[in-house]
């Protein structure tokens, strides 16, 4: 496996801008729980459409087709659908339940765990596409300095996938429309690239790419056990927990994988990277960075969604969060950086051709931040779905438009 993905570049900086563009047919809201905490990373659907919602449980959806209810589901939550007026324009608030499990017998056992996973891999070619499909995703990256924004760059993009048995990959991404801000503050400058980008639900699309986790070789060096099981939507799930069994040349997770109790497709997988080694840690995380600059690795976690829609399971949502610390040797004490870069899908189309092609395609060299440009335009997204920015993030962008 080639353990390099992509590259996204922390130059230290700050902010991100507004994105408001006021569109005819939307709806938006906040999503919580019935105890009244706010839900993040939610999956909001209609119209066609997907979004998640954003750090404050906040979503904003748009179509061009006449809305007339959303549905809306979170891991452990029963999915709620909303039916909606003609006239609805104020904010929805909406409360999801906690869901009731019923676990089939047969899969209790700890010792079935592995057996279930290897279950699962086999009907990977049923459950998912069979014919090569064109996604639509918004993709952003951020940088945080200490608890301050540093970079952002978001962009609307394209996704190529291949069917899932196809023998070759030849999946591909390419931006459609893209924009980035920096802080102008020298002091916040550090160029350092860590692994990440809008490759991602390309190379770590584990389902098709099995070479880095689902096949029997790498899943032999894991614990597999069961655990309690969840709900996703409307559909319950078996959660398997992995850890590491032994070490290796090249760093382990530990984490869960979430799999559709009826279909046996993979539906989800949280994972986090084992950071007791710190310099293989390093190997993984790390792209390049400044001669005199040293690199701690903190943490590098991973979350993967599919979603299953029309009787296929399509992967929906990809996010990576890096913590990592960096220091000069005459300094005293060191910085502590956080990257975070996410992908949703946003819809989907069928596709007999390749549409994305030579130059349009983005490599897993290449840095997203390079290949967009400055912005302003408080419309930029228009009719474009997108991850909200979170409230903080907002009055990031506005003190940094200020200081232009």
Known sequence: MER???????LVLLGITTVCAQQ??????????AAGHVLVGASVTGGGHTVVTNGDGYFVLKTDAELMNITVSHVGYRAQRVRLSSQQNEPLRISLKPATIQ?????????????LVAAAISKIPKNYSQQPELFHCFYRETAQKRNHYIMVAEGVVDMYKTAYDYQRNDDRVAIRKGRRLLSPRKGDTLSVKVTGGPV??????????RDWLLNEEELGYYHLEMEMPTTI???????????PRRKMPHPLYFGRLYIDQETLAFTRAELSLDMSDRLKATQMMLVKKPLGVRFRPKELSLQIDYRLEDGVTRISYIRTLFRFNCDWRRRLFATAFTACCEMVVTGQDATTERPIRGRESFDQRDAFFDKVDYFLDPVFWQDYNIIEPTESLNRAIARLMKRR
């Open 4 to 10: 390099r993905i992509t590259t996204i570049i922390l």
């Open 200 to 209: 991602l639900p390309i190379q770590l699309d584990m389902v098709k790419q």
């Open 24 to 33: 005819p047919k939307q709806v938006s809201g906040t999503v919580y729980s």
């Open 103 to 115: 676990l089939k017998e047969v899969l209790v056992l700890p010792g079935n765990a592995r057996e």
């Open 233 to 243: 939507g409307d559909r319950q799930q078996y959660v398997v927990s992995m850890r």
